[in-house]
């Protein structure tokens, strides 16, 4: 393999864990077709570049993707030791491999998490999650319960490490007073500029607590030829030309140049592209350039 730059890590709050800068993203394993002798493959790569972090879901995959990374682990168990496992919880699809579902919901009850957390460390062949994740906001999510689930499943030994994803600044804090967050994954991307503006950066900055991303490259849709998009490709474009970087590179670089520190994911089952963003960990853009993607991003300058 060629090499690369090395991924460095960083810890994502006083009390939360460390995490690859860039943490490879498993979602779509069940699309890449890849055998199990491919799929540790895969793992030893992120390795090799520093990327040790791996983040899943039990829905991903249709309930799959976690059994899937489990089964290429098993050929290597010893690489259970260099690597973080986070996963999320709290989201029922309705699927054949879990008939009992009869509509999509969230499920944020002391039984859901627990009897999840269960699930996914069979399904990944490990004994521990170093950090768990509540999916998405529930409405009748209680956060005193949530707050006390997961003091059981560290007491248990299950769970290192606990964190949220897609909450609100205020949905973050009201669980956080009741027990240390490592984190609130949310999307961001030069598509989605959202958490830049209602809180959800600034609250995590302000304790602390830095974001993980998902979605950095807006699944995609930066690299297809797109009339709405086109501008904003063109100048990220440009000054991968005047960093010398790719254009993956550049966006990734942008979004951990917030000084909440972003933790984005990759989508990738290839090592080059996630190579392309462990890069980004190496080089800043200037103020200007910074502002110049934000620009072409939304359309109009700053007010």
């Not at 509509?103 to 002391?110: I, L, W």
């Not at 209602?198 to 609250?203: C, I, L, Y």
């Not at 620009?295 to 109009?300: L, T, V």
Request: hydrophobic share 40%; with cysteine.
């Amino acid at each position: 393999m060629t090499k690369h730059s090395s991924c460095p890590a960083v810890r994502t709050s006083e009390d939360g864990l460390a995490l690859s800068r860039i943490v490879a993203g498993m979602w779509r394993m069940g699309e890449w077709k890849m055998s199990p002798q491919e799929r540790l493959a895969l793992i030893e790569g992120c390795i090799e570049l520093g990327v040790t972090s791996f983040d899943h879901a039990d829905i991903y995959g249709n309930y799959g993707v976690e059994a899937l990374f489990g089964e290429a682990l098993a050929l290597r168990p010893a690489l259970r030791e260099r690597i973080q496992l986070v996963s999320k919880c709290g989201i029922k699809l309705v699927s054949p491999a879990r008939s009992e579902h009869t509509v999509k919901q969230y499920d944020t009850s002391a039984a859901h998490i627990t009897a999840s957390v269960d699930n996914s460390l069979r399904a990944l062949r490990t004994d521990f999650l170093d950090l768990l994740l509540i999916h998405r906001p529930d409405p009748l999510m209680d956060f005193d319960e949530i707050a006390e689930t997961f003091e059981h499943l560290r007491a248990a030994g299950k769970v290192k490490h606990f964190g949220v994803s897609n909450f609100t600044r205020h949905q973050f804090d009201s669980l956080h007073r009741r027990i240390a967050l490592a984190t609130n994954q949310v999307e961001f991307s030069p598509l989605h500029t959202a958490p830049l503006y209602d809180e959800t950066f600034d609250g995590l900055q302000d304790r602390r607590v830095a974001p993980m991303i998902w979605s950095p490259l807006a699944g995609g849709r930066l690299f297809r030829d797109d009339a709405a998009t086109g501008p904003l490709r063109a100048t990220i474009a440009r000054i991968a030309g005047e960093t010398e970087q790719s254009f993956g590179s550049v966006v990734f670089a942008w979004i951990m140049q917030l000084p909440s520190r972003p933790i984005p994911l990759t989508g990738s089952g290839r090592v080059e592209a996630i190579a392309e963003a462990v890069r980004a960990t190496h080089f800043t853009l200037s103020r200007t350039q910074w502002f110049e993607i934000l620009r072409a991003a939304q359309g109009h300058e700053v007010p």
